[in-house]
């Protein structure tokens, strides 16, 4: 399963439990239209909620299809028969149940929260994320809703960073989406973008970043530099046209600086908008006249510090393609499209593109997941659905909490920001506590709990919480990863083996756990499966910045009789290393070199 | 204090230490009484005249240079066969300079009676910037022990008059610590020895980070409630330096002829032993977030740097951790130097254990120590038999980076290779938790038991007495003559009916420090102990049927051939 949520829609707690069986009392009373039906249909959903309740989804199911023949339009069976088949390995099943029960209550958020689990497990993310965010918007005071759309973008943001991670380019998004996450304009963020230009020096926008990272900290030679470089690596750089036309401002050359922030504004008002607050306030013409149009409203805004910023009427849709608007940076016109077909992923990429660009991350994300391809997903989509996961989730939770409940999956999700976004371990345990005292068997918190235990160093009993889990439920693949990360820790790689051969067969594509496979293997002797798993990730680009994985795998080769190539490993792990001890802040600081 | 209780003079003692091979017998009275018992400490600083307080001048901006600071050294200085004590500051940030008194490094002459005098002044050894470590050993043979300072853009060389003051000889000897190309260098540790074993002593020294305060990063957040010290990997590493001591006062940067080339490293600790047993001195560096290095003497003054096929240059699990502090000796009484060392909280300390085929493998997780060091913020340390059972026993000065973050000292327990905490037991005031940095080693009151000095960012020095049930033991000042007067390099094997140790002259212990340059062993319940020592210049010398309980002064022989002498 893929999102790790299982805990209260597998094992309903009590919480859930309440919550159904009033609607299967409401259902029983109400939705039936003639006596004989009514005796019949009652009895049968009765029965099947019997056993649903019991966790008898299989027993559940023939009831509910004979219900369903009864009365296909009924809102709680289409929702009892989307549950179950969900619960029985049937998701597509459960999706056609699912998507009925959402159009007979477009307002209720249930099913589609089920809906975005049923497509979430089928690895349809694009559905999944659009089900959960509508749910979140149709129940906005749902807590439930909140904590499912959370748990989702949490996993997927998750999900998504091993797969950067596996790559010199992923490696760079990572390093970009750290310098967004961090407040201020302070050196690290700009060393963090310099390191992900450095490894990625074709991503889109990185020059405008540096730019304005560069701008922030005074650096006006610095910033015009970089402001040039996103020019030539793409002239319709918005964000740099709106960098040159401040460093023209610094120069005075408001005639330049205006001509800039009129074309951005007619590409995109709203780009132009979101800029105000980072142009310097006090950086406005000599005489209000020097300015005129779009340009001198964008600047009336600046000196009103107003936002958002009406730049005029928006752009009206274009008869030009989605290639023409998206390359032009038109990213209003661009959202003004038709859908694309399904099919066309790099449509939808580009509309994703488009909506994230104009901060409107819930329309975004389910567009870039349908343009993202499974088989070689683009790292670009993936760095921009990472930031949108991650802010949508952090949103989402700060709504839910301003509402004072103190429900278990309250706990759940205010432990999984934590944990998984801000890395706070120590006060994920705390909110995991508070959860499981509601269900102290839920083996979903369980899990959470031992993975929070082992981030904040409390690895006994974390050790055994991650047991205790799988004596529950055997088949938890993340109360297995802490313990293989724990044997890891421990270097005790014989326990460690078998979880990490199941966990990489389980996901073939984790190629961070194929890396620590490699390990573990090399430890106990397996060479030949230790230069399986690292060879190709290494070939692949996966990133050894400090050489410790050529290391490895130049170890490998030696025991495998290999000596040539083993040297030529360990020779590029020395000269990794050497690389990377010359990296410096200062690299781009002339005067600072040695 | 049992120098206390039993008293020897100082012209008592120098009576006796005027020959080689000449025994201080203590009282073996003492010895005999010995019950097993716990490691155990006292904090004797306090009323001690050691008064010294480690200053960093932190004032919230966070430099780099604030957290790494902190290594002491024993000295000789003196001559009186009591182990006298240096200790590095800080300065005034961002000046680097000891803009205060309070920032002065100290000198303190131990009295023989459990007190110390402050001679800094008299000595001429404040200091002159925003200093880290030290090294401790005599370069120009004259019997008297030298001081090499490193800092942050400037090391300084004091050489001992041998008349309480030392002369600043830096500019002259060459030893300045800047680039081949002129650049001053942040350097952290120093290490002396004779890497050619031409009788002189050589300087190696570990530089960190290309760093200077005018634009040092801001890390954390702008406002200094958010400050935190940025990490290592944002600062580029900075070159490996060796001297060569060319016999006549003055130096030689000899990185790029011996092979060494312009080897980066943010280098902390520095731990010198023959690993290898080709007679010629070994290194090994610590490195900071960046793989380690094994510096391998070829001899004929050339080395090659063999981190990775030793299998040092990441720990044991193949990362690279923040390495801290090292010491390189045979923990298992193998009769092989093994290298253990620190790293900060969760990352684990590492025990590289040497195979004897040129390489090492983890002994972290069969010694115990991965799991007992995983909350550690690991800095100085040191292999020392701590209860003279004949085992090496690991002393680790423990604290975090910043103030919030302090802790006590571990002690950890060697029994037959695996290692046990022990520093619950180790008395009452040993829990202390602080930001300690540095530590030493040395028998500061001559009872046969070692002790340990720990430097503490803004506060307060700590003078560990070892307060353990006595053992028998045996401790040798080697003096050489044809080779570096200090005998730095030199093995000694150790043995007894029940047990046989192998040590060298090393002083260079742990993180920026130097301990005692005496070589001790814990003889467990053994009275007898044959010695040989294999002086750097290929001479052997045994010393048969040496009785326990006494330090021992021992001078090279002067002729070629391989001596045999006797203690008398």
Known sequence: MLTARGGFMQFFGPEMGRWLRMLAFIAVLGSCSSVAMEEDLKSLVQRAFDFHQKGQFSQALPLLHRAYALEPGDYFVNLLLGIDSLRTGQPKAAVLFLKRASRLRPQEEYPLDYLGEAYARQDIYGEAAEAYIKAVRVAPGSAESSVAFVDFALTRFAGLSELLRSSRKGLAAEYRLHALALQGNDAPRFALLQRAADLDPAAPGIWSDLAFATLASGDFSGAEGYSRQALEADPNDQAAWIADAQLAAQKSDWQRAGARLDSVAQHSPTLLSQAVGQWPPKLQPPTPSAVAGPAAKFLSCVRDARKPCDLGPGSKPSPNSSTVLYREQRWEQMTKLPAPQPVRSEAWFQRGVAFVKLDDCPRAIPSLERGLSKAAPEVYGMFLLSWCYSREAGRTAGKVQQSGSEEASLHIMRGDILLRLQAKADLAVAEYQLALAKDPND??????????????????????????????????????????KIAMQERDYATALPYLQELAARNPQDVTMRIELAKACAQTGASDEAWRNLAPALAQGYPDEKGSLHYLLGTILKKMGRTAEADQALATATQLSEAFQQKSYRDQDPDAQP | MRSRSHPVTRREFAKLLGGAGLALSVSGALAATNALGPIQFQNAAPGSGLDFVLRNDASGRKYQVETVLGGLGVIDFDQDGWSDLYCVNGASLPSLQKTDPRFSNRLYRNNRDGTFTDVTQKAGVQGHGYEMGVAVGDYNNDGLEDLYVVGVHGNTLYRNNG??????????????????????????????????????????VSNYCDWTPGDDPICGGLNYADRAYCHPDMYRAEPILLYHNNGDGTFTEVSAQTGLGKLLGKGMGIAVTDYDGDGFPDIFIANDNDRNLLIHNLGGGKVKEVGMEAAIAYNGDGRQISGMGADFRDFDGDGLPDILMTGLRRETFELFRNNGKGAFEDASVGSGLLNLSRPWNGWGCGFVDLDNDGWLDVFVACGGLDANEPQPNRVLHNQGGRFT?????????????????????????????????????????????????VQHWLQLKLKGTRSNASALGAKVICRTTQHTQVSFVANSVGYASASDLRVHFGLGEARKASLEIHWPSGSVQELKEVSSDQRLQIEEPRLSAPGKSSPR
């Open chain 2, 421 to 469: 905490d022990v520093s619950a037991d180790a008395g009452p005031d040993f829990a202390a938790s602080r930001l300690h940095r540095g530590v030493v080693f040395a028998d500061f009151d001559n009872d046969g038991r070692i002790d340990a000095a720990v430097t503490s960012v803004n506060q307060p020095i700590e003078l560990w007495m070892n307060r353990s049930p």
């Open chain 1, 443 to 484: 083996p979903a918190v369980l899990e959470r709990l031992a993975d929070a235990q082992f981030g904040a160093g409390k690895i006994e009993i974390s050790r055994q919480n991650a047991q205790a889990v799988l004596k529950i439920d055997p088949q938890r693949l993340a109360a297995k990863r802490t313990i293989a």
């Open chain 2, 163 to 204: 008349d309480g003051t030392f002369t600043d000889v830096t500019q002259a000897a060459g030893v300045s610590g800047a680039s081949a190309q002129g650049r001053k260098l942040w350097s952290v540790a120093a290490a002396w020895l004779d890497y050619d074993n031409d009788g002189h002593l050589d300087l190696i």
